[in-house]
């Protein structure tokens, strides 16, 4: 037995049982628990004979997923107004769909969840007309086109801005068949693509090149969404469209502008970079100059303190160069240098660097080198170049030999000059020694 209602109690069940829009009370199963009188005269259920059904029994069938978005609601159960702009319908006893609106407010009753649902009849709305005819009016006057056409693809109405697009009125176009605006641009899978979309219910939107009245050709930014009826089935299809050819052209021609600085700044990226290796590069050997060993090395030997790291400097010199190019012409001359450019490069790594000072003169500075391991490397350098043969076209190979002279710094307080200065000792250590040979300057 119901507790006695209180003044409140009987008040809310007064308005309840009179409103004059269908009132539904359900619990958090979704099954109603009470509805008002209005129920009958709107959906054709005694009151009574609602209690305890489930609310999809209200919901046409087509409407499938009703009960996980019921679900979903309850999980975040918020007040809902009517008016919310979305077409609703609910199912009658005996079957057809009745237009409604219907506003949701969550309550709670003994402590658990329920949610209060009042549902108003949309049938013969006095608003119902007007809002037809303010959207025929904003639907011809949109700035974009509208086309409608059967499910067939036949055109039943166009706007004002469809007929400007295309350059055919509105008598040319209904009754045709979508086609008449065919360019021959896209090939026949892309128009069934198109088709498959739009008959699954989605929407289809991209890009068209069609033909107008005249001929001419344009492209066409175009969206086609179905319309279905209250069973659920396919009627029209309504495309809105966009005359983007200026667009495009604007947006190729800026492309093929970016494209144009694009190769502009690369071929003066290119030129800078070789007017920057010619700065800093011998023009002879491809090594680098004495200007960017003055500009390198300051740098080179404070990244060497703070690792912790050596650094040492070979001074490496031809002998007996005049003799060669006195005796075979400056043309052997350079390709002995270059062929040594060639040692001295390939013997040098990534954190190294290979100079031609000048002449036959050169320098190479090692990061990282204790003097046993500049050592070495500096005499690998001598025995490939003393193994350097060049063809001077007398039948007999020419020779050349280089002394090299070593000096590893002291530490970062030893400027560059004096550690230059020392190897360029022992190079001249070397060559009173009889040349061909390495010497290392004192530590």
Same mark, same amino acid.
């Given at each position: 037995?119901?507790?006695?209602?209180?003044?409140?109690?009987?008040?809310?069940?007064?308005?309840?049982?009179?409103?004059?829009?269908?009132?539904?009370?359900?619990?958090?199963?979704?099954?109603?628990?009470?509805?008002?009188?209005?129920?009958?005269?709107?959906?054709?259920?005694?009151?009574?004979?609602?209690?305890?059904?489930?609310?999809?029994?209200?919901?046409?069938?087509?409407?499938?997923?009703?009960?996980?978005?019921?679900?979903?609601?309850?999980?975040?159960?918020?007040?809902?107004?009517?008016?919310?702009?979305?077409?609703?319908?609910?199912?009658?006893?005996?079957?057809?769909?009745?237009?409604?609106?219907?506003?949701?407010?969550?309550?709670?009753?003994?402590?658990?969840?329920?949610?209060?649902?009042?549902?108003?009849?949309?049938?013969?709305?006095?608003?119902?007309?007007?809002?037809?005819?303010?959207?025929?009016?904003?639907?011809?006057?949109?700035?974009?086109?509208?086309?409608?056409?059967?499910?067939?693809?036949?055109?039943?109405?166009?706007?004002?801005?469809?007929?400007?697009?295309?350059?055919?009125?509105?008598?040319?176009?209904?009754?045709?068949?979508?086609?008449?605006?065919?360019?021959?641009?896209?090939?026949?899978?892309?128009?069934?693509?198109?088709?498959?979309?739009?008959?699954?219910?989605?929407?289809?939107?991209?890009?068209?090149?069609?033909?107008?009245?005249?001929?001419?050709?344009?492209?066409?930014?175009?969206?086609?969404?179905?319309?279905?009826?209250?069973?659920?089935?396919?009627?029209?299809?309504?495309?809105?469209?966009?005359?983007?050819?200026?667009?495009?052209?604007?947006?190729?021609?800026?492309?093929?502008?970016?494209?144009?600085?694009?190769?502009?700044?690369?071929?003066?990226?290119?030129?800078?970079?070789?007017?920057?290796?010619?700065?800093?590069?011998?023009?002879?050997?491809?090594?680098?100059?004495?200007?960017?060993?003055?500009?390198?090395?300051?740098?080179?030997?404070?990244?060497?303190?703070?690792?912790?790291?050596?650094?040492?400097?070979?001074?490496?010199?031809?002998?007996?160069?005049?003799?060669?190019?006195?005796?075979?012409?400056?043309?052997?001359?350079?390709?002995?240098?270059?062929?040594?450019?060639?040692?001295?490069?390939?013997?040098?790594?990534?954190?190294?660097?290979?100079?031609?000072?000048?002449?036959?003169?050169? !320098?190479? $500075?090692?990061? %990282?080198?204790?003097? =046993? +391991?500049?050592?070495?490397? @500096?005499? /690998?350098?001598?025995?490939?170049? *003393?193994?350097?043969?060049?063809?001077?076209?007398?039948?007999?190979?020419?020779?050349?030999?280089?002394?090299?002279? !070593?000096? $590893?710094?002291? %530490?970062?307080?030893? =400027? +560059?000059?004096?550690?230059? @200065?020392? /190897?360029?000792?022992?190079?001249? *250590?070397?060559?009173?020694?009889?040349?061909?040979?390495?010497?290392?300057?004192?530590?």
């Amino acid at each position: 037995m119901s507790p006695p209602l209180d003044d409140d109690g009987r008040l809310f069940r007064t308005l309840f049982e009179t409103a004059s829009d269908g009132m539904l009370v359900t619990d958090d199963h979704g099954l109603v628990l009470f509805a008002n009188a209005a129920c009958e005269r709107l959906l054709g259920y005694d009151p009574g004979g609602l209690v305890g059904l489930p609310v999809e029994a209200l919901v046409p069938d087509r409407f499938q997923g009703h009960a996980a978005h019921r679900r979903r609601y309850a999980a975040e159960a918020r007040p809902r107004a009517m008016g919310a702009g979305i077409a609703l319908v609910a199912r009658h006893h005996d079957g057809h769909d009745v237009p409604v609106d219907i506003a949701l407010t969550p309550l709670e009753r003994a402590g658990r969840p329920v949610v209060l649902a009042a549902i108003r009849d949309m049938r013969g709305s006095p608003y119902a007309g007007d809002t037809l005819r303010v959207q025929a009016t904003a639907l011809r006057s949109a700035a974009n086109g509208v086309v409608i056409t059967d499910r067939q693809g036949v055109i039943t109405w166009v706007n004002p801005a469809a007929c400007a697009i295309t350059g055919y009125s509105a008598e040319d176009l209904v009754g045709q068949h979508t086609r008449i605006l065919k360019s021959g641009e896209h090939a026949p899978e892309f128009y069934r693509e198109l088709w498959r979309t739009v008959a699954r219910g989605e929407t289809w939107s991209g890009t068209i090149v069609n033909r107008r009245k005249d001929g001419s050709t344009y492209d066409e930014e175009q969206s086609i969404a179905p319309v279905v009826d209250e069973s659920g089935a396919l009627t029209h299809f309504i495309a809105i469209k966009q005359d983007v050819t200026e667009r495009r052209r604007t947006e190729a021609a800026l492309a093929r502008a970016q494209a144009d600085l694009a190769a502009r700044v690369a071929e003066i990226e290119a030129l800078n970079k070789i007017l920057r290796d010619q700065a800093i590069r011998d023009p002879l050997t491809g090594l680098f100059n004495r200007r960017y060993f003055d500009e390198s090395i300051a740098r080179d030997l404070a990244a060497a303190a703070r690792a912790g790291e050596p650094v040492a400097l070979l001074a490496v010199d031809v002998d007996h160069f005049k003799l060669v190019n006195d005796s075979y012409g400056h043309p052997l001359g350079d390709r002995l240098l270059q062929a040594l450019a060639g040692v001295l490069g390939a013997r040098v790594r990534s954190s190294d660097l290979a100079c031609r000072f000048g002449g036959e003169e050169f !320098v190479v $500075v090692l990061t %990282g080198a204790t003097l =046993p +391991v500049a050592l070495r490397r @500096a005499e /690998a350098i001598r025995r490939e170049c *003393a193994a350097l043969r060049l063809d001077a076209g007398t039948g007999t190979p020419v020779r050349a030999t280089v002394s090299v002279g !070593v000096a $590893v710094a002291r %530490g970062p307080d030893e =400027p +560059v000059e004096v550690t230059l @200065a020392r /190897a360029d000792e022992a190079l001249y *250590a070397a060559k009173r020694a009889g040349r061909d040979r390495v010497v290392a300057a004192p530590a």
